[in-house]
């Protein structure tokens, strides 16, 4: 099963509305990571939080992690129809020896004007 | 203007063909990655690469290959033997870190992958 999942798959919100989306993942982490990704482009980068925050600001972003809980939440405040795309979270994780960052499958956001 | 461009946008595959993607940066960043990602799903390593001349297998690097000979570039090519090819390929990179990936990543635009 997926180290990092997102929930919900899908959401739909109204323009000036606020998205929240989690991310709950297995194991432990060194920091978890959130991307947006607009249909058919790459992943852009928003947000990085290390194991030892709790909450994290930029812009409109806010991110929690609750590392007992291992989940991470992801808020978009005042959505506008731009918010439109998918969001990723990553987790950097050990394994094998070496560290590297795990994709969820995304949760697809839609903001309607 | 630095970034990472990957080309092309599409690739048509016959069978038994191989093909290469390309993916180049000038962010002067030593980590490079292979992603792929198919429809409604995340993203899969396929293999990474830490410093020229050296790489490692990802999750699913079976039927993939990759080659490490410049700092600014990290071809994909997907051979025969990857029976299932159709899908979204992303490149990124990252600064160099000294217990491997993990850094922030910088994506591509992608190349998307069609089988004729």
């Given at each position: 099963s997926q180290q990092g999942e997102e929930d919900p798959q899908a959401l739909s919100i109204q323009e000036g509305e606020n998205a929240t989306m989690n991310c709950s993942y297995k194991t432990s982490i060194n920091n978890l990571q959130w991307y947006r990704q607009n249909s058919g482009r790459g992943l852009v980068h928003l947000i990085l939080i290390r194991s030892n925050e709790r909450e994290k600001h930029s812009g409109r972003l806010r991110v929690t992690l609750d590392t007992s809980k291992k989940s991470s939440s992801l808020l978009i405040t005042?959505?506008?129809?731009?918010?439109?795309a998918s969001y990723f979270c990553a987790t950097r994780i050990t394994q094998g020896g070496s560290e590297k960052l795990v994709f969820g499958k995304g949760t697809k956001l839609t903001v309607n004007p | 203007d630095g970034g990472i461009t990957q080309s092309p946008k599409y690739l048509f595959r016959k069978e038994g063909q191989n093909v290469t993607l390309s993916c180049e940066q000038n962010?002067?960043?030593?980590a490079m990655y292979w992603y792929r990602q198919d429809p409604g799903q995340g993203l899969r390593l396929i293999y990474y690469s830490q410093i020229v001349n050296d790489f490692q297998k990802g999750d699913i690097a079976e039927g993939y290959s990759v080659s490490r000979e410049k700092k600014e570039s990290f071809p994909l090519t997907v051979t025969?033997?990857?029976?299932?090819?159709?899908a979204f390929y992303l490149c990124a990179s990252s600064r160099f870190s000294l217990r491997g990936g993990g850094e922030t990543q910088y994506f591509g635009p992608g190349t998307r992958l069609l089988v004729l």
């Open positions: 005042a959505s506008r129809a731009a918010d439109t | 962010l002067n960043h030593d025969s033997a990857q029976k299932n090819p159709t």
